[in-house]
């Protein structure tokens, strides 16, 4: 797996929030630091998909995501420091949610839930808010 960034610039409004970036990302743990800011949620959520880019491209094993669409989503994913949208979710439901927007069926998603929540030793907290874990 390889994950490309080349010239990446995002602006929200008058703001440049990502300016010409480029990286390249191959297997390895990877931390991504700086100031309040800096444009670290933003290059996140555009590598993501989640904010339309500007300029730039982000390719995936040399194919930008754009192309791929779902079957990229299906190899990345992001979670945000910051989870408020999702707290009064129970666990599954939250899990179940995040499975159907990787495009897993509903079937596959649940036994997957209940073979991963067993390995991590949070099956028994499987109907708790997400807030409250």
Do not use: C, W
Request: net charge positive; hydrophobic share 40%; proline share 2%.
């Amino acid at each position: 797996m390889k994950l490309e960034i080349r010239n990446l610039t995002k602006d929200f409004g008058t703001v440049r929030a990502l300016n010409d970036f480029s990286m390249v990302f191959e297997p390895g743990i990877y931390g991504i630091l700086g100031a309040n800011g800096a444009g670290k949620s933003t290059m996140i959520n555009l590598i993501t998909d989640n904010v339309a880019r500007q300029e730039g491209e982000i390719l995936y094993d040399g194919t930008d995501i754009l192309k791929l669409g779902a079957k990229f989503r299906k190899d990345i994913g992001y979670m945000p420091q910051q989870q408020g949208f999702y707290e009064d979710f129970s666990a599954r439901a939250f899990l179940q949610y995040m499975a159907s927007v990787k495009g897993l069926k509903r079937k596959d998603a649940n036994r997957q839930i209940d073979e991963l929540l067993e390995i991590v030793n949070l099956k028994q907290h499987v109907n708790k808010k997400v807030g409250g874990l």
